[in-house]
Each structure stands twice: as C-alpha cells, then as structure tokens.
C-alpha cells in the first residue's frame, strides 16, 4: 500500500475560544452490517467485503458533532477482508460536524476503502475530515454540502486525501449552497480521478480548467444540472484507464457496471461515459461529440433536433440514449459511423416513419428501443441489415401492418420482438420464420382469431 495521505488543517480563530460554544455531540450508533457480495478481485480472488454502516441521529434543530473516532471504533485488523466500506447514514439533514480525533489510531490496510454518506449536511471541514481516516478509493455523497458559516471556526481548509479517490459522485439532497467543486482545490491535479457523477444541483459550475484538474477522467456524468449544451471539451484524454492496484471488478460488479449498459469493456478498466439526461439540452444540430466514449444519455432533454454529425465524430460507442425526448425525424446518415452500437433507444419521441437507411450501419446492435412513438409506417429493409440484434421493441406506436422485407429473416440472433399496443389487425406470418425468435408479443392490438384464416395456406 503506498503511504497514507496527510491531512492538513489550516486552524484560524474567528472568535476568541471562551466565546466560542461546541455543538452537542450527535448520537452514534453502528447498524446491522450488510452482506455484499465480492465487488473487486485481486490476481483473479475476489476481495471478500466488509459493509459498516454508522447512523447518526439529530432531532435537534442545531448542528452535532461526531468525533471521527466513533465512525472507525469497531474497525480493525482482526480480520483479513481486503474491501471495506464505510456507511454514513444521517437520519435528518440537519447539519452534522465532524470533529477529526486528536488521537487517531491508524486503520488497517485494505486493498480498497469505500466511503458512502447518505442523507447528510456536512461542509467541507467534516468532509476532509472524513476522507483523512484512510485512502479511500471511491466516495458517494448523497446529501447537502454546507458553507461552514457558524458550523466551524475556519479561515482556510485545504486537504489533499482526494488524491487517492478514482470514483466520486454527488447527489444533492436539498439543501446544498456550496459549490461542489470547492472541494478540489483549483491549483492540484488529480490525476487519479477516472470518474465523477454530480446529479442535481441546478445551478453546475463547471471550472474552465476541468481538465488540467482531472487530465485522467474517463466518466463525466452530468444529470439534472440544468445544462444547455455537453461539456464541449470532454474526454480530452483518449487513454484507457485501469483499475488501481491491478483490481478487476468481479462477475457481480461487471453485471451492474457493463453488461446491464449492454457494454462489451474488460473487467479491469473504466467505463467511458457522458450522462446528461434531464437537462435542457434542445437542440444539437450543430453540436459534435468527439473522441471514445462508451455510452452517452441525453434522455429527456426536450431534444428536437441533431445534426448529420452529431456523433459522426464518436470512438467505439456501444449505448446511446435519445429516449423521452421530441425527435421528429432522424437526419440522414446521423448513425453513419457508429458500426460498434449496441444500444439505442429512441423510445419516448415523435417519430412517425422509420426509413430504409436509418439504422442501416449499426451492424452490431443488439437492442433496438422504438416503443411510445408515433410511428405508422416503416420502409422495406429498416431492419434488414442488423443480424446481430437480439430485442426489438416497437410498442405503442401506430402500426398498422408489417412487412417481412423489413425485418432480418436470416438471423439467428433475433429472440424477441415487441408489438404490444399497436392498431395491427392480422398477425405477420413472419415470425414464425424467425429461428431464433423466442418471443413475439401483439398483446393490446387488433388482432382478432379470424384474422388467422389462411395464415398458413
């Protein structure tokens, strides 16, 4: 294990110690650990883990203090489990101190230290504070970043335990009136940062040296932030990230991380991923992403429109989410490069035909999403060219009739195909030439049982 990080605390009075009053400390108590399974291997072992989970009451309308001595009490090196996580749940948001202990005891070493809070106010002191008790690898902070105000005493606050962290991601629960970013100093690099998610804030400020702060990041996740356009700049880095310390994330962790995304990535790297979904990005006609991205999400954007190349400039992009949005129409060719997709899903928009060369150079598909459309006809050999696609789903649209010109008949991949709550009166003799279909689903259409007659004569 390299050396563990130093915690600085620059300490200025603003009042002088007798007037000073120390909030009440808070009630502390260790929940029921849970059992997860491994989420990390080493050299092929999966690292067994160890889940502590602390509450924190607060019933009173003013801040209390946890010494951090209270949150590390029962952690030793008794055992040999190389993951342990750290869970901080705050029963109200009522903002909580944490006091660093002037005595600390050091913690055992892990191969990976997690630290989760949920439902907590904390400012940035408590937060340093927090991540000085080890070097901890990821850090998700579901809750309220605070300005110290009367909470602490403090003229300056710098703390250097972020260099370890590879994954951070925030969810503001409310009351945040600080900025996120004021927990990296400006002047650092991060190097080691590969992921960051900050959902909800509102009012994102992006600094305009991001990426001199993080020059490594693979992730940039940005949703429900109110923005207008993507992050321009971002990935302004084209190499591969690795997991630390040679890990690789066990067949649990790479089933939520990658397969459920329908990503095909190693076990040993970060993902790359631009997330944007829920903002007020409306218009790309002339916006192009750039460089190798994995997946992006522009889900309910109130998008109308994209440009011819709007991804035309894209690397090895396996999942694109355009659902819940007002797409009209596709232009053409807008899907030209993108032969290593996986996933797409337009569900949710205002398409009315599906053309011939739409989708014509996704080779690789896998799962097509056009359910809640609009759509009434779909051109001969739409979907002729995609023998790899596994799922498609054509629910709640307006079709009426369905042509086997349009579908691949010679595909062994294909296992389902989803109609369900369109006017379609007579059931396509198609599907039963499918060899791979495993599921034809027409429920809620107009399909009648003397509709059948003569179906296979």
Known sequence: MPPKTKFFLFISLLLPASMV???????VQQDKDQNIPPLFASGGTPLEMDVRIIVVHNTLEDPCVVNTSQIVANLTSANKIENTAIHLKCTFPTPVVIR??????????REVYMLQITGCAFDKSSIFALL???????????????????????????CDSFQSIVSFAFVNFGSTNESIWS???????????????????????????????FPNLQTLDLPNNGLQVPHSNFPWTQDTVYLPNNLSRTGYMHQHYADSQSLSIPTDIFRRSMDMKKNNITDLSMFEFHGLIHMISLQNNSLRSLGENTFSKILGIQNLDLSVNNLHSLPIGVFLELSELRLL???????SVIHKDDFTPLTSLHRLNLAKNKIEFIEDGSFSSLQELLILD????????????????????????????NPIKILPSFIFYVRGLKIASFERTHIAFENFTGLFT
């Open 345 to 351: 899903d337009l569900s949710s928009n205002d398409l």
């Open 132 to 158: 000085s008790l080890a070097e901890f690898k990821t850090f998700s902070f579901l809750g309220s970043l605070v300005t110290g105000g009367d909470l602490i005493s403090l003229k300056d606050v710098r």
């Open 183 to 213: 927990l990296f100093d400006k002047r650092d690099s991060f190097e080691n940062m590969a992921e960051i998610s900050i959902t909800n804030t509102h009012w994102l400020d992006l600094p305009e040296n991001l990426s001199s702060i």
């Open 21 to 27: 009053t120390e909030p009440p400390d808070c009630q």
């Open 394 to 421: 054509l629910s709640a649209n307006s079709i009426r009739t369905l042509s086997e010109h349009s579908f691949p008949m010679k595909s062994l991949s294909l296992a389902e195909i989803y109609v369900d709550e």
């Open 100 to 109: 660093p202990d002037p005595h600390p005891k050091p913690l055992p070493e």
